[in-house]
């Protein structure tokens, strides 16, 4: 092994460890905000494609700049878009369900129709016309 060669592991000190570190974390939540700056302006159903053109091109072209200025600008609704979207999603997920469901009901009836024709208190006949009326609703 050559003596210029040197050991980067023990030349390396704790501190410049720590630094490299901090500014990877800095540089990693600086494109995770740039990304969410970016996908909060293409699904704002609110602002026209030429807002949607400048503030992107705004974004990518002075990121420091244009990422600030939109979070001063339109930082308070990115939060309530957010939720916006949280409770459409959550509205559609309980309408499938309960159409989902729906089907659940004809399963029901038919076995509240098989009890009464068990006991007695509907006749066969009653029972497959009562049968055919929920199977076709």
């Given at each position: 092994m050559n003596e210029s060669m040197v050991n980067l592991a023990v030349d390396y000190p704790l501190l410049n460890m720590f630094w490299t570190m901090m500014?990877?974390?800095?540089?990693?939540?600086?494109?995770?905000?740039?990304?969410?700056i970016i996908g909060d302006i293409f699904r704002d159903?609110?602002?026209?494609?030429?807002?949607?053109?400048?503030?992107?091109?705004?974004?990518?072209?002075?990121?420091?700049?244009?990422v600030f200025v939109y979070l001063i600008a339109r930082g308070r609704g990115m939060g309530?878009?957010?939720?916006?979207?949280?409770?459409?999603?959550?509205?559609?997920?309980?309408?499938?369900?309960?159409?989902?469901?729906?089907?659940?009901?004809?399963?029901?009836?038919?076995?509240?129709?098989?009890?009464?024709?068990?006991?007695?208190?509907i006749s066969a006949a009653e029972f497959e016309q009562a049968k055919a009326k929920v199977l076709a609703g």
């Open positions: 500014m990877i974390f800095l540089w990693v939540l600086w494109f995770m905000l740039l990304f969410r159903d609110g602002l026209g494609g030429w807002g949607k053109a400048g503030w992107t091109v705004f974004v990518i072209l002075l990121p420091f700049l244009g309530e878009r957010e939720l916006l979207r949280a409770q459409r999603a959550e509205e559609d997920f309980r309408s499938y369900v309960k159409q989902s469901a729906g089907s659940g009901n004809a399963s029901e009836e038919l076995a509240r129709l098989a009890e009464l024709k068990n006991r007695g208190d």
